[in-house]
């Protein structure tokens, strides 16, 4: 199955030998990097979400409903809406069909962050959000978990809507793991009953 549009570029002469070219470089690959997850349920790749296009529905969604949850620090929520699936870049997009378990996946994910992002300024406090999001034990870890469930299942009900997938199963399947979730309100019709 191909799961990325094209492999890992990295910076080549003439341009500088720079840790940010490098870093960018690498954190543009996800938008080469599909969801895997959807090639599974049979979306053909040119219709195919990436890891940046999930992403950044992810900060949206984070954005505009952590502007409603004034307890949370929105800067740092949205930190770890971008940077949640960074380590993804080299491990890549892992389903349940791959078999990973979670004590297997986060070394994995944790050595390619520390890879990416040890050259940079700044990126220590990267870093620690990404562990707070890993760890689930603040009210910002839980939230953006929360969203990011809400995006795969918005996402799932935009491609059952085009006709791509049966995206009813996914939709129920999280509408139980967040239905009690407050922060996703505005969205809780698609989980209803008369929707699904």
């Known amino acids: 199955m191909q799961t990325e549009k094209s492999p890992l570029q990295t910076p080549q002469s003439p341009l500088p030998n720079s840790p940010w070219l490098k870093t960018w470089f690498e954190i543009l690959h996800l938008k080469q990097l599909f969801r895997k997850g959807w090639l599974e349920r049979g979306i053909a790749p040119a219709q195919c979400e990436t890891v940046a296009e999930h ?15 004034p307890e949370l620090n929105l800067e ?3 930190r770890m809406a971008l940077i949640h699936d960074l380590g993804e870049v080299y491990v890549g997009d892992l389903t349940p069909q791959d078999n990973v378990q979670k ?13 990416i992002l040890r050259d940079l300024p700044g990126s220590r406090t990267l ?46 399947k999280v509408g139980t793991q967040i239905s009690d979730t407050p922060e996703i309100a505005p969205f809780a019709d698609v989980f209803s009953e008369g929707t699904l």
């Open 103 to 115: 004590a297997e996946k986060y070394p994995l994910e944790k050595a390619a962050m520390t890879q």
């Open 127 to 172: 870093m620690e959000n990404w562990e707070e999001y890993e760890a689930q034990e603040t009210a910002e870890a839980r939230f953006v978990k929360q969203i990011d469930r809400l995006e795969f299942a918005l996402q799932a009900a935009h491609f059952d809507q085009s006709g791509l997938i049966e995206g009813k199963d996914l939709l129920l």
């Open 76 to 78: 740092k929520v949205l």
């Open 55 to 69: 992403t950044f529905g992810n900060a949206m969604l984070c954005l505009l409903l952590g502007q409603q949850q």
